[in-house]
């Protein structure tokens, strides 16, 4: 196992246990399904939770349990059938289907199970009055800004670099401009923001966040805009989409903001029967009400949008139970 390896598992249950699916299993009997999702009390925790209630409902005597887990390591720990499930980022999940950083080899394996979020924004934050007010002004001035991207090894970090490297302000320039950049929690880089530590935070989370409007209310913060040009440029590398923030999103923003996003999605592999998978989703379409209740995220989520996946090709076990339900033909 390589470094690389070592550090995409770390953190992200690398002692899960290796539940291999069973072939062929029939609807009816029991499942034995691990998944893993974010840190503990955080969105995915709650859906991944919501989610393996619902296959305890539809398949009595069945076994679930949740790992939290980040990102690409989900990802890994999917492709090597250390767990039946995984969320992650579909762009993630891309990245290394075709074997592209931060992953060494390709992992063909991958299917997706279901769209877990669509409008999970890259929101960067601003202390107002702060150094700049677009990521464009940073190129052009040289301002050795302190960013702040998520840990490594997820999509929020990935979709930082990426940013900036499109506005002609790659990280390793940052630095030798004089700046700072810093892969770290959405946590930490607040309390950095508010120590004056940090002059930009950056994340990809779902808007309005409760979690920035509760961190911001007495932090005087903006947003960093950014063109259309570096938005395009950041969907061709990412494989993201463009979206608006509507204005008044949130209080201290009264205009709308062009960003782009990314696609959360339940993430299983090629090796995990086509039954086990129907049986999931279907169970999920059942239980859709109780899921939807599990976090203000899967809330705006219809039924007709879970085979959206982002460009990561279905299970064929998804697709049954997908057309089954007449929602894809």
Same mark, same amino acid.
């Given at each position: 196992?390589? =470094?690389?390896?070592?550090?995409?598992?770390?953190?992200?249950?690398?002692?899960?246990?290796?539940?291999?699916?069973?072939?062929?299993?029939?609807? !009816?009997?029991?499942?034995?399904?691990?998944?893993? *999702?974010?840190?503990?009390?955080?969105?995915?925790?709650?859906? *991944?939770?919501? @989610?393996? =209630?619902?296959?305890?409902?539809?398949?009595?005597?069945?076994?679930?349990?949740?790992?939290?887990?980040?990102?690409?390591?989900?990802?890994?720990?999917?492709?090597?059938?250390?767990?039946?499930?995984?969320?992650?980022?579909? !762009?993630?999940?891309?990245?290394? @289907?075709?074997? &592209?950083?931060?992953?060494?080899?390709?992992?063909?394996?991958?299917?997706?199970?279901?769209?877990?979020?669509? &409008?999970?924004?890259? !929101?960067?934050?601003?202390?107002?009055?702060?150094?700049?007010?677009?990521?464009? &002004?940073?190129?052009?001035?040289?301002?050795?800004?302190?960013?702040?991207?998520?840990?490594?090894?997820?999509?929020?970090?990935?979709?930082?670099? =990426?940013?900036?490297?499109?506005?002609?302000?790659?990280?390793?320039?940052? &630095?030798?401009?004089?700046?700072?950049?810093?892969?770290?929690?959405?946590?930490?880089?607040?309390?950095?923001?508010?120590?004056?530590?940090?002059? @930009?935070?950056?994340?990809?989370?779902?808007?309005?966040? +409760?979690?920035?409007?509760?961190?911001?209310?007495?932090?005087?913060?903006?947003?960093?805009?950014?063109?259309?040009?570096?938005?395009?440029?950041?969907?061709?590398?990412? *494989?993201?989409?463009?979206?608006?923030?509507?204005?008044?999103?949130?209080?201290? !923003?009264?205009?709308?903001?062009?960003?782009?996003?990314?696609?959360?999605?339940?993430?299983?592999?090629?090796?995990?029967?086509?039954?086990?998978? =129907?049986?999931?989703?279907?169970?999920?379409?059942?239980?859709?009400?109780?899921?939807?209740?599990?976090?203000?995220?899967?809330?705006?989520?219809?039924? +007709?949008?879970?085979?959206?996946?982002?460009?990561?090709?279905?299970?064929?076990?998804?697709?049954?139970?997908?057309?089954?339900?007449?929602?894809?033909?």
């Amino acid at each position: 196992m390589t =470094e690389m390896h070592r550090r995409l598992l770390l953190g992200a249950a690398a002692a899960a246990p290796a539940v291999l699916a069973t072939r062929g299993l029939p609807a !009816q009997e029991a499942l034995r399904i691990t998944l893993a *999702g974010g840190s503990v009390g955080g969105a995915w925790s709650a859906i *991944g939770n919501a @989610i393996g =209630e619902s296959i305890r409902r539809a398949v009595p005597g069945s076994a679930f349990s949740y790992e939290p887990g980040r990102d690409a390591a989900n990802v890994l720990l999917v492709a090597e059938a250390r767990v039946q499930l995984g969320i992650a980022h579909a !762009q993630i999940a891309l990245r290394a @289907i075709k074997g &592209e950083p931060p992953f060494e080899r390709a992992m063909p394996n991958l299917r997706a199970v279901s769209l877990i979020d669509s &409008e999970a924004a890259w !929101q960067a934050l601003v202390r107002e009055g702060g150094p700049v007010a677009s990521l464009e &002004e940073i190129a052009r001035r040289r301002v050795p800004v302190r960013v702040t991207a998520n840990l490594r090894g997820t999509l929020m970090a990935l979709a930082t670099e =990426e940013a900036f490297a499109a506005a002609g302000a790659p990280f390793a320039q940052i &630095e030798r401009w004089g700046g700072r950049t810093h892969h770290v929690a959405w946590n930490d880089a607040l309390e950095m923001l508010k120590n004056g530590r940090a002059d @930009i935070i950056t994340n990809v989370v779902d808007f309005p966040s +409760r979690q920035v409007i509760n961190a911001t209310r007495d932090l005087p913060v903006r947003f960093l805009r950014m063109g259309p040009e570096i938005i395009a440029r950041v969907n061709a590398r990412l *494989g993201s989409t463009p979206i608006t923030i509507p204005a008044g999103s949130y209080p201290f !923003q009264p205009d709308p903001i062009e960003t782009f996003r990314a696609h959360v999605i339940l993430l299983t592999s090629s090796e995990v029967s086509a039954t086990t998978i =129907e049986t999931i989703v279907k169970a999920m379409i059942a239980n859709f009400d109780a899921i939807k209740r599990s976090h203000a995220t899967m809330a705006r989520l219809e039924p +007709r949008a879970l085979p959206d996946t982002g460009g990561v090709a279905l299970h064929p076990g998804a697709a049954a139970a997908y057309r089954a339900a007449g929602l894809i033909s």
